[in-house]
């Protein structure tokens, strides 16, 4: 008892670091490893994840705040398309086989891992392209460039990017997954959002998201305390270490921890969930 | 419309609004960290298998359950509790926002904001 809370308690310090470092949330990494290594049912896994994930997520804010990168209206506008994802995603959970979750789960990281490399390959930092809409919904900010300065940036693809949102939300619901990855993915390649503004952004989101579902997972009897307490302390512990690293990290060396990381476990994931050990 | 001005409010509502959050999360953890302290003194010797899924007892999904236990001293729902504290969170920051906005006098986001309240809001009364 003893020896498994205090395993957990160190896989979720790795997870939670490695959540932040990436902006995608522990849970991706989370839900693997209570699953593969510890054998945990995914139906508790993903409840102790959900309340992790939302634990990394207002944990790291004042971090993020203090950086100047996020953007509350951004947030806020696309958290409307989230949460009603999320309380989807939440239902859906509730009447899926766990083997299918599992399979679900490990092509999310899969396919995570092919945007996350190919992103890397041909990264267009500046479009020039905007949405007309940026300016009139208010998306349009500033972001400190590095040097003291105020760069400003404006918001493309707004449609297409709430329809992402919408699906982010019902993966993290059905999941248990902060989804951050295709969060950033939403604004940072879709909208056209600049990659710090989108990875900080995404980390508040991921919060409120999260807490669409939690509710529905809580009175479903998913979070067990005994497992849930390690879990989120250690993610806890994890994303405070890796908010103060990301200041200093460079973004081409996170994308690439992201992607190998994601490819492993999602091939884990499918395995399992094909083989039935789920 | 004055973006600098805007941007300069913004700016202020994010850093109280992480300070929230943080003040939520530091709140939630100290409570789930006495009740694991707790829970581990009690199943020490115990062993755990969460291979099989049960569900949680009826007690530990509602709020006057919650509460009964509670007052009885188990550490499970200490834990429990700590997690209802976390997931109030974010749904205050959001409550946060809602008053931000309105005194930056954007109706707009006060509505964008009111309905992300109302998805959460619905989705933790309806679930029970």
Known sequence: MLLFTLLVFAGSIGAGLLGALTGLGGGVVLVPLLTVVFHVDIRYAIGASLISVIATSSGAAAAYVREGFSSVRIGMFLEIATTIGAVFGAFLATRMPTRALAIIFGVVLLYSAWLSWRQSRCHTEESGHSSPWSDRLRLSGSYPDGTGRQKSYKVDRISAGFATMFGAGTLSGLLGIGSGAVKVLAMDQVMRIPFKVSTTTSNFMIGVTAAASAGIYLHRGYVDPGLAFPVMLGVLAGSLLGARLLVRARVSVLRSIFTVVILALGVEMILNGAMGRM | ?128
């Not at chain 2, 202020?12 to 009740?35: D, K, P, W």
């Not at chain 2, 530990?60 to 550490?75: K, Q, T, V």
């Open chain 2, 1 to 128: 419309m004055e973006p600098r001005g805007s941007r300069f409010d913004d700016q202020r509502m994010e850093i109280i609004m992480g300070r929230l959050l943080q003040a939520g999360v530091l709140l939630a953890s100290t409570v789930v960290l006495a009740g694991g302290v707790l829970y581990v003194r009690r199943h020490f010797g115990s062993s755990v298998d969460y291979r099989t899924f049960a569900g949680e007892p009826a007690n530990l999904r509602s709020i006057s359950g919650l509460f009964r236990l509670l007052r009885a001293g188990d550490p499970a729902a200490v834990i429990q509790l700590g997690a209802i504290l976390l997931i109030a969170t974010p749904v205050a920051r959001v409550v946060f926002a809602v008053v931000g906005f309105a005194l930056e006098r954007d109706r707009f986001y006060v509505a964008v904001s009111l309905i992300v309240l109302a998805v959460l809001a619905a989705s933790l009364f309806f679930s029970s």
